[in-house]
Nanobody, 129 residues
Framework: DVQLQASGGGLVQAGGSLRLSCAASGFTFDDYTIGWLRQAPGKKREEVSSVSCISSGDGSTYYADSVKGRFTISSDNAKNTVYLQMNNLKPEDTAVYYC???????????????????WGKGTQVTVSS
């Protein structure tokens, strides 16, 4: 069975840090781009926005402008796991964070949630001011 297991969310004060993990199984990890998408409070899951993406094959990365310089995505292909290190968190980062797998990286960067092949369960990140 395909699984994307997201973890690492929590409650943190503004300026703090969290590290999210996404453990994948049941598909060929290297063939996919893994993305972190977030659903802001009051929005539907269909209205998620892409935060960051990494192509498991070549390691290329993408960051939304709002998180550049604060978030870092990385991949441990031996563990089929993608991480999102989030530093200097802001209240506007509060959201449910999902990891998702895409066969086409373009969709992760520009078209989410369209093009998602596999969804993980979300993990809540709450940043207090």
């Amino acid at each position: 069975d395909v699984q994307l297991q997201a973890s690492g969310g929590g409650l943190v004060q503004a300026g703090g840090s969290l590290r999210l993990s996404c453990a994948a199984s049941g598909f060929t990890f290297d063939d996919y781009t893994i993305g972190w998408l977030r659903q802001a409070p009051g929005k539907k899951r269909e209205e998620v926005s892409s935060v960051s993406c990494i192509s498991s094959g070549d390691g290329s990365t993408y960051y939304a402008d709002s998180v550049k310089g604060r978030f870092t995505i990385s991949s441990d292909n031996a563990k089929n796991t993608v991480y999102l290190q989030m530093n200097n968190l802001k209240p506007e980062d509060t959201a449910v964070y999902y990891c998702a797998a895409f066969t086409m990286s373009w969709y992760c960067q520009n078209g989410a949630p369209y093009g998602v092949d596999y969804w993980g369960k979300g993990t809540q990140v709450t940043v207090s001011s």
